[in-house]
């Protein structure tokens, strides 16, 4: 297999990971020089002078804190095919971001951008494999869940997802892509890079039921591997059934050139086909070691902020069996922080993946009070800005973390939540977090299963009030919208105690419904038929805009009073 090589090389990874942690203020500035050394005679390093830039205090003086719009012209020029803009490192394709909120935005992803992913987002988690796993874990594949494609802009820059781009990257092109990443993955190519208007939950699936001997799940987020495992859950008989005969199901979405080159990979396979459905005999429920008796772990961006799905994946579908981990925070415009051990919802901040900045979460915009690694107290919370290997200079992420701890002498970190997604109808600053506690202690205090939540902040009642929407696991007939409000409320006003003043003053309302289930699911699938990127997709916890409002409420299960 060939994850026998890059357990080895992972180790090696993992030994340099813990002597980096060591020195983390030394080798986060020598990147930092590096980059503007390296892009000093770029447009964006010539207009800051980053040739005079020799220290921290030297960068900070000459550089803005910026936001995506302060760079958006720059980017757009390098989109066309403009040379030495914002950085000197060669790139020919742009990562894009989900566009959650308004429209997806753009990374170059340069080689060195391009090497930190390769280090530390496979071959450091190979290595932790390797060292906290037994042997077995590399004697089968992974169900990969990941689907991604890009378009070729004029310029001939590629825009998409970076691992939508692997095939190009080798000489063979798509069908030695395919060769090699089925050595690694049950998926062939089909689900892995799609083509528009395509299934790729059933190929998916399809492919990772075929082969008993899959030995974990890699996903992007918890929430895609319980939308692949509910998929599943829900269509096992079907997906069986065509693993038997050899056949696709005539249901499936899948353009016709699809279905005849996956129709070419696939054989009947009734013995597997007869194991499927003795392990299904008695229902889906914690199928996972029935269905895969070999399979080890899970790895995915899950923890703390994602605690719902790594709840719902080990009750539901795992039956506890599988080592978690856990991703540390990675976006499009690059790589922050790596996991370092199993089961451990913290991360540690990568310092040699991006120069690292922090602004105290009292700070507001005051950027005098920015922080490097070596100032970070343990339990305060902190802005990131980051300054990457793609151009992005002291750029403002929004996404908010805790310094839960110290790994050597490099602190470690959870995601809180965004800035960007914070309700503030008051002055009351309720964050995902506060939101997520009040949910998960609601449904705890009540009794039922949670599957999701969004919340509406609705600043055009009187007074301004929360809507929640919580949706369950399944149908919940003997819980009360009222007992449900009276919950939320009472769960919201620990959690954020400024929301109680301000609904006592009469500022803040609140108002509860339940979600018909597998809401959350249906959403991330529109979505992906939209064309967004299943594996970049965030849980919707905050509703920003009147597509999503539309859509959540339009299922609202009326039938719970």
Not at 37 to 52: R, V
Not at 221 to 242: E, G, P, T
Not at 323 to 345: C, D, K, R
Not at 547 to 560: C, E, G, N, P
Request: overall charge negative.
């Amino acid at each position: 297999m060939a994850f026998n090589q890059s357990g080895q090389m992972g180790l090696k990874v993992l030994e340099e990971l813990k002597e980096e942690c060591k020195h983390p203020l030394e080798l986060n500035t020598e990147l930092l020089l590096q980059i503007v050394k390296d892009n000093k005679d770029t447009e964006y390093g010539k207009k800051y002078h980053f040739e005079d830039i020799h220290s921290i205090e030297d960068y900070r003086k000459n550089v803005p804190v910026i936001t995506y719009e302060d760079i958006a012209e720059y980017l757009e020029r390098m989109m066309n095919g403009e040379k030495n803009v914002l950085i000197a490192y060669p790139f020919d394709h742009m990562n894009e971001t989900s566009g959650t909120i308004g429209a997806p935005k753009v990374v170059p992803m340069s080689d060195k951008q391009s090497d930190v992913f390769s280090r530390y987002n496979y071959l450091l988690n190979m290595g932790l494999y390797e060292k906290y796993l037994p042997e077995k874990w590399k004697e089968g594949r992974a169900f990969c869940t990941a689907s991604g494609n890009y378009r070729k802009l004029p310029s001939g820059i590629t825009v998409g997802e970076a691992s939508s781009k692997a095939a190009e990257m080798l000489k063979g092109g798509a069908e030695e892509f395919d060769a090699m990443i089925r050595t690694m993955f049950t998926s062939p190519i089909e689900g892995l890079n799609p083509v528009p208007g395509t299934d790729s939950k059933y190929i998916h699936a399809r492919f990772a039921l075929m082969d008993r001997d899959v030995r974990g799940i890699v996903t992007g987020f918890y929430s895609v591997a319980v939308l692949y495992l509910q998929y599943i859950y829900d269509n096992y008989k079907m997906l069986i059934d065509d693993i038997e005969k050899g056949t696709i199901d005539e249901s499936i979405d899948i353009t016709p050139e699809t279905r005849e080159s996956l129709l070419k990979k696939i054989t009947p396979m009734p013995e597997r086909a007869a194991e499927l459905r003795e392990a299904f005999k008695d229902g889906p429920d914690q199928y996972i070691p029935r269905v895969w008796p070999e399979m080890t772990y899970i790895f995915g961006v899950g923890g703390d902020g994602f605690s719902i799905y790594d709840k719902t994946i080990r009750e539901r579908y795992s039956a506890d069996t599988l080592t978690n981990f856990f991703g540390g925070i990675t976006a499009s415009e690059g790589l922050w922080s790596v996991p370092f051990e199993p089961e451990n919802p913290n991360s540690v901040l990568c310092v040699k993946g991006a120069f690292l900045e922090f602004l105290p979460e009292e700070a507001g915009d005051d950027f005098t009070q920015v922080k490097s690694i070596n100032e970070l107290e343990e339990g305060k919370i902190y802005e990131l800005i980051v300054t990457n290997l793609g151009g992005f200079y002291r750029y403002r992420m929004s996404d908010c973390v805790q310094v839960t701890g110290f790994y050597e002498n490099t602190p470690c970190v959870q995601f809180t939540y965004r800035r960007n997604r914070t309700i503030n109808l008051a002055e009351e600053k309720t964050t995902e977090k506060a939101l997520q506690v009040a949910v998960e202690a609601t449904a705890k205090e009540l009794g039922f299963a949670l599957a999701d939540f969004s919340v509406y902040p609705d600043g055009e009642a009187t007074p301004s009030k929360y809507v929640f929407l919580v949706e369950p696991r399944s149908d919940v007939r003997n819980v009360t919208r009222e007992q449900l409000r009276e919950s939320l409320l009472r769960q919201l006003s620990i959690a954020n105690p400024v929301f109680w003043e301000c609904y006592e003053d009469h500022w803040l309302d609140l108002e509860a419904w339940f979600l018909q289930p597998e809401t959350s699911l249906l959403y991330r699938d529109m979505m992906v038929r939209k064309g967004a990127s299943l594996n970049q997709l965030k849980p919707v916890r905050v509703i920003m805009n009147e597509k999503q409002r539309k859509f959540f409420f339009a299922l609202i299960d009326k039938a719970v009073k």
